[in-house]
């Protein structure tokens, strides 16, 4: 089964806009420009093949093949990189960003046309691939001419596949939301802190392929914030609300089909019976909480012992929780439900707000964007009315909160990790 993307398996597509940088002639005049290599031995090389537009730069006509293995001059490139930048338990975002460059400038290798289709390989989903074929240099660039190609799964070094270390720890003092007098919802305090958002151009989710949706860059949080350490429950929707949509009951399962309104609406219950602003996360804190903070490539084999398997919802709190004690993030049969609007950005931001229509109860109707997390780390969108025939869309949403901070809570935060 394919993992969860950023756009959900038969749901509606968002489209993203692909700037072409590079016009096509200019691509053909360089191959033709190429060398010919009398005699050369043919190489297999094993890497996330996609079109060089998918990068931000380059041609719609132009196939890229960032290489993980191969012979051993790949070999020892990939153990080289390794060795100087990844120098901590976790990448933060500037290692991150230093390790894509690094893999950019030793281990990208332009296809030769003939062989692949630019128009039928690396546009959408970037694919694992192997390619067999004679690789060249020209003007600082290495090409292989392919003469074969197939699928592959790739093996990536041992220390990008162990679980994520975070580079900094929640707050010690947890908030606890008062949902009724016998139920209450635990929130841990996360701290400010930026990483390098999606997922890198020779990275795959289950070693065999990315998305291009999942466009690496720069997201910086700029304030601490709460984050609650399960999805809302049942029990505790049906507390607030008087009622419970899901379609499979349990009291300890997260309620699901809750449109956005309703989410809003529950929202204002618990900031009015707390006297706390209580909303749903931007993306951007999403994502930040689902990577503990880091900027660490993202692999199944990192989570498995935090993935429900998809056959049926489990009560919160079956898996264990990621590395700062937030449970269910990764559950490969449920959307989560995020604050503000999708975007498919490539630029670097700070405090990303993208305001949607779910944001305001009175306007929210069917209008909603969602997150989310399958098997490897990953992330979905849908819009309006698509998924599950109902139409809503809600049939496999969750939720879970978050809290602003005051400043006194990000102040004693801030001191006790001096």
């Not at 790949?74 to 933060?92: N, P, R």
């Not at 020209?138 to 990536?156: C, F, H, P, R, T």
């Not at 309104?261 to 804190?285: H, M, W, Y």
Request: hydrophobic share 40%.
């Amino acid at each position: 089964m394919r993992p969860l993307s950023r756009v959900a398996v038969g749901m509606s597509l968002v489209v993203l806009s692909m700037a072409v940088s590079a016009p096509a002639a200019e691509a053909t005049s360089a191959v033709e420009a190429k060398p010919a290599v009398a005699g050369a031995a043919a190489v297999t090389l094993k890497g996330v093949l996609m079109c060089e537009c998918c990068t931000g730069q380059g041609s719609d006509k132009t196939l890229v093949l960032f290489a993980v293995e191969g012979p051993p001059g790949v070999a020892q490139a990939v153990d080289e990189i390794m060795k100087e930048f990844y120098t901590g338990d976790s990448l933060d975002g500037d290692q991150a960003r230093k390790i894509q460059g690094a893999f950019d400038k030793r281990l990208k290798y332009y296809i030769v046309p003939g062989k692949l289709d630019p128009a039928k390989e690396g546009r959408w989903s970037n694919p694992a691939r192997a390619v067999t074929g004679v690789v060249s240099e020209k003007d600082g660039k290495k090409w292989i001419e392919v003469s074969q190609a197939a699928g592959a799964k790739l093996n990536y070094p041992a220390r990008m596949l162990a679980p994520d270390t975070p580079l900094a720890m929640p707050g010690k003092e947890p908030l606890i939301l008062k949902v009724n007098d016998a139920l209450s919802l635990k929130c841990l305090l996360l701290p400010a802190g930026k990483y390098f958002a999606g997922v890198p151009f020779y990275g795959t989710y289950n070693g065999d392929c990315r998305y291009d949706d999942d466009y690496p860059y720069m997201i910086t949080l700029t304030k601490p914030f709460y984050l609650a350490e399960i999805p809302v429950t049942q029990e505790m929707y049906e507390a607030a609300m008087g009622n419970n949509p899901s379609e499979q009951k349990g009291p300890r399962i997260p309620v699901m089909r809750v449109p956005c309104a309703d989410i809003q609406k529950f929202c204002r219950i618990l900031s009015e019976k707390n006297g706390r602003k209580v909303r749903l996360p931007t993306q951007a804190e999403w994502e930040y909480a689902a990577r503990v903070g880091t900027s660490n490539p993202p692999f199944n084999a990192k989570y498995m012992d935090q993935v429900n398997d998809g056959k049926t919802l489990l009560p919160v709190k079956s898996k264990k929780p990621n590395a700062w004690g937030l449970y269910d993030m990764i559950i490969s049969n449920a959307w989560e439900m995020i604050g503000d609007a999708r975007q498919f950005s490539r630029k670097d931001t700070v405090d990303p707000h993208y305001p949607t229509p779910c944001e305001k109860e009175e306007t929210a109707g069917r209008k909603h964007d969602h997150n989310a997390m399958g098997r490897a780390f990953s992330f979905a969108a849908t819009r309006e009315g698509v998924g599950d025939g109902s139409g809503t869309g809600y049939g496999l949403t969750r939720f879970r909160v978050a809290v602003e901070a005051t400043p006194e809570e990000i102040a004693d935060m801030e001191k006790a990790a001096k």
